[in-house]
Each structure stands twice: as C-alpha cells, then as structure tokens.
C-alpha cells in the first residue's frame, strides 16, 4: 500500500535555479519596499512638538506618558507654566519654543 503523498525526487539543477531566482526577486521586493517605506513615511510623529503643537513625555506612578496639545490649549499650557521652575514645566517651556509658541 502506497502512502498518500508521493514520493519527491531531489530538484533538478533548473528547478533549483529556478527557486533561487525567484527567492532572490522576493528577497529585493521586500527589501524595496522596506526601503521605500522607510524613506518616503510622511505620518505625523504624534511625540514630537511642532507646528503649533506641543508634546511633552512625563513620568508618572504607572509608567510614562506623552501630553500633548494643539493651537490655543498649547499656547494656553506654554503660558501656565511660564513662571514655574520645576523639571517638568522646564520642558514644557522647552517643547514651546520648538513649536514655536511663546512661554
């Protein structure tokens, strides 16, 4: 009684050839395209301050998080700490001026 799969011959020199080629062109094709990706990705980096918008990492009892804020509530967050001497309100100012907002 036969098994239910056939019996495989080794691959010939062509059929190896041929699976070279083609691992090869799949090789190049996901490496273009990680190249390409990695080169033209336009997204917006939500942690990074800019453009009007400021993003500040802070630490806090569970772990670290991003603030971030945009157009009039950045202005207003730049003002809030204008005064404030911490470690905290010294990178928001920071981050400010990135965005170019005034504290």
Known sequence: ???????TEPLSTRER????????????IVAAGLAAWTLFDRSPDYNRSGNGCVAVESASSMGGGVQ???GDQA?????????????QSA????QCRIAGIPA
Request: glycine fraction near 2%; charge should be positive; charged fraction near 30%.
């Open 1 to 7: 009684m036969q098994g239910k799969t056939p019996p």
């Open 17 to 28: 050839r041929r699976l070279l080629v083609v691992a090869a062109v799949v090789t190049v």
């Open 68 to 70: 971030r804020a945009c």
């Open 75 to 87: 202005r207003t967050w730049c003002a809030s700490v204008a005064d404030r001497s911490d470690a």
């Open 91 to 94: 990178e928001v100012r920071r």
